[in-house]
Structures are given as structure tokens and as C-alpha cells.
């Protein structure tokens, strides 16, 4: 084969080949560990009438140990969690996926895409536009912005989403301006002169829920429950909450209680106040959680706001018949909360997801289970 037609052969390698992986240690110019290697331990959770469900049992895992690093002229989409090297490489590890998603695709996409030269130190939070739930970005999104703040690092900007009230509401609180941020819910390929990339935190296995697919977390670090408490001075030196309080879901699309009626009326005797997150902002959210003694609901993205809650505060969720969702449990063991449940009854179609039922509970099972919760 000639030099000419190696060289064509390598140029359109260059260009038009598949995307190849690389470990993110022998990529980075340099690398930060932050935690070490650590366990969490999930204990047995029996509901609130003493009986054990399959899916609530105990196990023990261990955490890997989670670094930040930084990447010189590394190329990243705005609106994708992965990372490429200055030699358009995906970074093995860069992913909420069991395997990068990324690798093996085109090269094309770079051809293709809207680019972006950047000069500066950038700090990558996407995570492919699961950072506009509430949850996640609570969670992992902002999870990785703590392990960046207890690095070295000093970024000059975040790429991060913003677009929603609620996320531009936390950042404001943690110190990330608008001018510094550039929008994760854009699409622009970026090459940036230093990236700096924490960890994931993301822990998924894939599950099944009467023939749905669907992912259970597996565990969630002991320094969680640091990462608001450090910035937002109203936990700071929280105390106590008294407060009853029951999170509504009569106003979400999905996941409600057919008899929500009779279930507030039950509240409402037992001194519980009836919210619906949806008409309170953030800082509200924040203020409610920070001074409640009791928290109960239906499984739902309100319950990540236990993050502004206290370690004396007790949990109270109610689960479909068959989608049992572990993420509030293990933050609650994360939080070192006192954590109850039961289980309803479904009454919904084959056809949907078990994500999506609506649900019944006994109001005297119910009423049962909460004075038991309350006394306890």
C-alpha cells in the first residue's frame, strides 16, 4: 500500500471512523480523589404492619472511591453527559449508563455538530437531561458539584441546566451565577482548554415491575447529607421540627390516589398540614422540610427535599402495589432518618407502566399505620 493511500486511509480514520474508548486515568492531565473507597449498608425495611415485601430486603455494597480530574483541549457536548480527549476518545467511565453510550458511534457527530472553542477552566455537571427532575438533579447533579467544591479546582464556568425555576433557584443559593453558567440544555460541541469532570454518582440496576422495565438505585454515600448543609445557611444549625406535614400528589399527571379525599381528611385529623409542592418555591420547600417533624406522602419527587430536613425527622411513604422505587429509603439510610411505608392497592389497566398507577390505600389501615408512626 502506498504512503498516499495510507495517509487517506488514516485521514479518513480521522474523520469518519468509530469512536474508540479511553480510561479516564490515562487521559487526564490530572486526577483529585476526594472519597475513598467506602460500604453502604442497606438494612431490612419491613412496612408498617411488620411484614417483609421482596425488593425491601438487606444487603451490603461497596461505593467506589470518587475522583474529579481535569482534561486539557477535551471536547463535550452541552446536552451529553460524556466526555471525549483531545483526541476525540470517549472517557470510559463518563456515564450513567452500565457502559458508555458513546462508543463505536461516528466520528461524524463531530463533523456535524455546532462547535464552540472555549479559553477557560469549565466545570461539566451534565447528565443528559436527567438533571431537569427534581430528584436527580438534587441527587447526582449537584452531588457532583459538591465533590468539585471540596477539590482544588476553580472553575470560571459550569455547564449545567438552569432552564428550570427550581435550578436556577439552587444554584443561585449555592453561589453559581447566571453569567457563569452555560446551559446544559443547549446543543453545541465544546473544546475546552481545561475540563474539569467529577465523578458520577449515579447507581442503577435494571429491575422489572410486573413485566415493565424499569431501574432501582443501589446506594447513596454518607457525605450526601453534607452537601446542603455546608452551603445553605437556614440548615446550618437546624434543629428539630415539629411540624406534621403530607405531601399531596392529587395535582401530579401521574402516580395519585384514587381515594385522595378521605386520605386528607385523615391527615387533617391527625394534625397533619396538606401541601402540594408544585405552588411553593424553592426556598419555601427548604423552610417546610427544615422545621417538619413528620413527613408523609405518596412516592414522588417531593421526598427528595428530605435533603432540608433534620436527622430527628421520620418518614412516612406510601408505594403502588407494585412499583417500590428504593431511591427514598436509601437516602433516608443515607440521612439516618427514621423510615416507615406501607404498601396500596392498584387499580389500573395491564397496559401501564407500574410507574404511572394510581393507587388505593384503607383509610383505617391507613389510620392505623400512621398513629403507629406517630407514637413509635
Not at 32 to 53: V, Y
Not at 247 to 254: E, F, L, M, T, Y
Request: hydrophobic share 40%.
Amino acid at each position: 500500500m502506498s504512503k498516499a493511500t495510507l495517509y487517506k486511509k488514516k485521514i479518513k480514520n480521522l474523520f469518519f471512523g468509530t469512536i474508540k474508548p479511553v480510561k479516564a486515568k490515562d487521559e487526564a492531565t490530572d486526577e483529585q480523589i476526594i472519597f475513598p473507597e467506602g460500604k453502604f449498608h442497606m438494612p431490612e425495611f419491613k412496612d408498617a404492619f411488620n411484614c417483609s415485601h421482596s425488593g425491601f430486603s438487606c444487603y451490603d455494597i461497596k461505593t467506589p472511591p470518587l475522583y474529579v480530574r481535569s482534561f486539557n483541549n477535551a471536547f463535550c457536548f452541552t446536552n451529553r453527559e460524556e466526555v471525549f480527549s483531545k483526541n476525540k476518545q470517549v472517557i470510559l467511565e463518563f456515564t450513567a449508563q452500565k457502559e458508555n453510550p458513546k462508543i463505536g458511534e461516528s466520528k461524524l457527530i463531530f463533523l456535524r455538530s455546532k462547535k464552540r472553542k472555549i479559553d477557560a477552566v469549565v466545570a461539566h455537571l451534565s447528565l443528559s437531561g436527567l438533571e431537569n427532575n427534581y430528584y436527580h438533579f438534587l441527587t447526582e447533579c449537584l452531588a457532583r458539584f459538591y465533590l468539585l467544591e471540596k477539590s482544588s479546582y476553580k472553575p470560571e464556568f459550569y455547564i449545567i441546566s438552569n432552564h428550570l425555576n427550581f435550578q436556577m433557584e439552587m444554584l443561585n443559593l449555592l453561589g453559581i451565577t447566571a453569567d457563569r453558567i452555560i446551559p446544559a440544555n443547549s446543543n453545541f460541541l465544546l473544546q475546552i482548554k481545561t475540563l474539569i469532570v467529577p465523578d458520577f454518582i449515579n447507581n442503577w440496576n435494571k429491575v422489572h415491575y410486573r413485566g415493565f422495565e424499569g431501574y432501582q438505585k443501589l446506594w447513596s454515600p454518607s457525605w450526601i447529607v453534607n452537601v446542603y448543609r455546608d452551603k445553605i445557611n437556614l440548615l446550618k444549625n437546624n434543629k428539630s421540627g415539629t411540624r406534621k406535614i403530607y405531601i399531596s400528589r392529587d395535582k401530579a399527571n401521574h402516580r395519585k390516589l384514587v381515594n385522595e379525599k378521605e386520605v386528607n381528611l385523615l391527615f387533617s385529623e391527625l394534625g397533619f398540614e396538606i401541601y402540594y409542592l408544585e405552588e411553593m418555591n424553592m426556598l419555601q420547600q427548604i423552610d417546610l422540610f427544615a422545621s417538619a417533624g413528620f413527613v408523609a406522602g405518596l412516592h414522588g419527587a417531593g421526598f427528595a427535599n428530605l435533603y432540608f430536613s433534620n436527622s430527628k425527622t421520620k418518614i412516612f411513604e406510601i408505594y403502588t402495589e407494585h412499583y417500590h422505587d428504593s431511591s427514598y429509603r436509601i437516602l433516608a439510610t443515607s440521612l439516618g432518618l427514621n423510615y416507615s411505608y406501607i404498601i396500596g392497592q392498584t387499580l389500573t389497566t395491564k397496559d401501564t407502566h407500574p410507574q404511572k398507577e394510581d393507587v388505593e390505600v384503607v383509610v383505617e389501615q391507613l389510620k392505623h399505620a400512621l398513629v403507629k408512626f406517630i407514637n413509635d
